[in-house]
């Protein structure tokens, strides 16, 4: 047995919520950043409602093993292909390619690729700062740009990308990842804007705790949710055009409260 | 190296509860960089933590958490083999693959079980008097070891490490994946026949004479009956129902059962909900409500009957459980079944459920349970020092009969005991030594036991 798998992946049926119909028209979603946790959620999520999926992020040969299980369940197309967020000259490269795999047309795009640094080494070494900005907004400005220029043009598609309650309000314990996603939320607003009379909607998640390799032995984490949940929730808001999405969705009234805390006092807390 | 996390674990029967170091790796890339530079102590792979005592835990040392490499691989519908990662649970395999027309071909009375820990622990079902254990099915793993390599094993290469670590308990390194092969259905249903048999002779010959036209066979049988009744049963067996012969009007066609909701136990009930008396009366009704006859059923309620409750295991509540499981040559008078039930219904130990069935040929596996005769199941409320003296009574009685105790439900055998039952641990310790010479893959059950130290001594 070798560790790439190989071998024949054909069905004798489907299963039952898959829509075979549905393969027509544009269909493909490019998920970036899939071999995270919830990047596995989010495959799975679309591929069981019938889409065709193409898996993109640094690890091939993971991915590829997200893919022979996406195939396997829900006998959709599912295509593998390289994205470095950091090597921004290759994303226009990157984005043909997927225009190229996916001769139907692409549906949607989702970006949950992201770089949480420790904090205390973000505040003094620039080069773990520079990587933390480009990884969560740059690249995301970068590929979107793209992205959008081509929906606009069709006038159809969706785009949907992770962001973080760290950008609702600067906090002492992550401020220079907190500040990479308030941008990247500004720049989603302003996005969403240019794009809605294109017909193309733009939805900024910002999931709470979520059970991922990331999170996994971090302290003091509490309300901690599944991905398949935070999946469900992300596939519900994208399907109904919602431009922001909490998830779980009490995390919208946790920082809601944090939002609303005078600076004044915000300046004394250890948050 | 990934974060890990500590936690306070127990086996199925929640007794022991022991802390241990927890990773939970999602990618390959990453149990094998915990296997690579091991932190202190020793390490131990886990699954969805269905063992009963302590063959999953490794108290202040490491586990390793397989629940999330748990993805489909490769799938073959012609030869019905699937290649998945070790961390797939039976259930996953049911969902997915029943609508198809394909089956486990043996599964454990939990769907609840990853094939990681299946094949560790070599597990058998109902139709284990025909078709054997888990391991028969396995066409290949890939063992993470020790040193960081990834082995590929089966019948034809790496051999004696394959047969080490089916039901090998984890002990000889990581199963990352495996290749099974699956059982072709017609239907999701069973089809059972129910049979009274009023005391163990009559459910012994019941056993011998109508065996051979069941795939799948079991007894329940009442602890608490005694005399003439000694050994009182309900026989249920059964075969996959072909779609022809199922009932008309089952709304979703022959292969798309509706599976019944799952209800919860939330919190551990007191001690007194399982008393001799609650259990005699369940017996009573169980046997009363088992009619002889024909019905069919789906395969959840047929294989899975305490799926449906989650956490069903908190109704022994927080003293926990024991599971006792023994299997021993089958003699006609049935002595030590006989002696096993004496022993039990004297004890006035309450068994809420306990399940006899006759066991084929044992499938090689050096640490394996299985072997011919008669396997008895039982669970036991955990009452203290006096709950350990009679499972080793037990013990004695099973090896007085050249029996064994399954390694999966054992939480309080002696290394001796283990020694006499299980008289291939020599070879297994020759090869776990040879793989594993630091000793970097332990358990609490093979400390307890002596596992894999047979060859320094």
């Not at chain 1, 998920?31 to 495959?43: F, N």
Request: charged share 20%; with cysteine; net charge positive.
């Amino acid at each position: 047995m070798s560790s790439t798998p190989t071998g024949y992946y054909g069905l004798t049926s489907m299963p039952p919520h898959t829509d075979v119909t549905a393969s027509r028209g544009a269909n493909w979603v490019v998920v970036v950043g899939a071999s995270s946790g919830i990047g596995r959620a989010i495959a799975n999520e679309w591929a069981a409602s019938g889409n065709d999926i193409i898996l993109a992020g640094r690890d091939l040969d993971d991915l590829n093993r997200s893919a022979a299980d996406l195939r396997i369940r829900f006998g959709r197309q599912i295509e593998v292909t390289a994205f470095d967020a950091l090597a921004f000259d290759t994303h226009e490269a990157f984005w043909r390619n997927c225009r190229e795999l996916a001769p139907e047309g692409i549906a949607g795009v989702i970006l949950l690729h992201g770089f949480l640094p420790v904090q205390l080494d973000a505040q003094t070494d620039l080069a773990l700062m520079r990587q933390t900005v480009d990884t969560n907004l740059t690249s995301a400005i970068s590929l979107l740009s793209l992205v959008s220029n081509d929906f606009e043009r069709r006038g159809s598609g969706f785009i949907c990308v992770f962001s973080s309650v760290a950008g609702d309000r600067g906090r002492q314990s992550n401020y220079v990842y907190g500040s990479a996603k308030a941008g990247l939320t500004a720049f989603l607003s302003g996005l969403r804007s240019r794009l809605f009379k294109s017909g193309v909607s733009v939805t900024t998640v910002k999931p709470g705790f979520v059970d991922t390799g990331m999170t996994w032995g971090l302290p003091g984490l509490f309300l901690v949710a599944q991905p398949r949940d935070v999946a469900y929730d992300v596939f519900q808001a994208v399907s109904k055009g919602r431009a922001h999405v909490y998830t779980p969705w009490f995390w919208q009234y946790i920082m809601l409260i944090i939002k609303s805390i005078p600076e004044s006092v915000f300046k004394r807390m250890k948050l | 190296m990934p974060r890990s996390r500590l936690m306070e674990l127990s086996g199925w029967g929640n007794v022991p509860r022991q802390a241990a170091q927890v990773f939970r790796p999602e990618k390959v890339a990453e149990a094998r960089a915990v296997v690579a530079s091991p932190p202190a102590g020793t390490l131990l792979a886990r699954g969805l933590g269905r063992s009963y005592g302590d063959a999953a835990l490794n108290e202040n040392g490491n586990i390793l958490l397989d629940t999330r490499l748990s993805r489909f691989l490769a799938f073959d519908p012609a030869a019905g083999v699937l290649e998945c990662e070790a961390g797939v649970s039976l259930e996953d395999i049911l969902h997915t693959f029943v609508p198809r027309g394909f089956f486990p071909p043996v599964t454990p009375g939990t769907k609840f079980v990853t094939i990681g820990g299946a094949i560790a622990a070599d597990v058998h079902g109902k139709n284990h008097h025909r078709d054997g254990s888990i391991a028969e099915f396995i066409d290949g793993l890939d063992l993470l070891t020790a040193t960081g390599e990834v082995l590929p094993c089966s019948r034809e290469q790496n051999s004696d490490i394959f047969f080490a670590t089916l039901g090998g308990m984890g002990l000889t390194g990581v199963i990352l994946q495996a290749r099974i092969r699956l059982r072709k259905i017609e239907s999701a249903y069973i089809a059972v026949d129910y049979q009274q048999a009023p005391n163990l002779d009559a459910a012994l010959a019941a056993f011998a004479s109508g065996d051979e036209q069941y795939q799948y066979s079991v007894a329940w049988i009442d602890c608490l009956s005694r005399g003439a009744s000694l050994g009182r049963s309900v026989l249920i067996r059964g075969n996959h129902a072909t779609a022809g012969e199922l009932p008309p009007g089952l709304a979703n066609g022959p292969l798309n059962a509706t599976l019944r909701h799952k209800r919860s136990v939330h919190f551990n009930l007191p001690n007194f909900a399982l008393s001799p008396l609650t259990v005699r009366l369940f017996n009573n009704r169980f046997y009363a409500r088992h009619k002889d006859g024909r019905k069919y059923v789906d395969y959840d309620e047929f294989f899975y009957p305490l799926d449906s409750l989650l956490h069903w295991n908190r109704i022994y509540g927080k003293r926990g459980f024991f599971q006792y499981q023994a299997v021993f040559p089958a003699t006609k008078d049935g002595g030590c079944l006989r002696k096993l039930l004496q022993r039990l219904s004297t004890s006035g130990r309450a068994s809420f459920l306990a399940v006899l069935k006759t066991m084929g040929k044992s499938s090689g596996g050096l640490l394996s349970f299985p072997m011919p005769g008669h396997t008895l199941a039982l669970d036991i409320p955990n009452g203290g020092p006096t709950t350990v003296a009679l499972l080793r009574e037990l013990d004695a009685i099973v090896m007085d009969h050249g029996g064994r105790v399954y390694l999966a439900k054992d939480a309080c055998m002696t290394a001796e005991s283990f020694q006499r039952m299980y008289p291939n641990v020599g070879q297994f310790d020759e090869i776990k030594n040879r793989l594993d010479p630091q000793g970097v893959f332990s358990s609490s059950q093979a400390r307890r036991l002596g596992i894999g130290e047979g060859v320094m001594a």
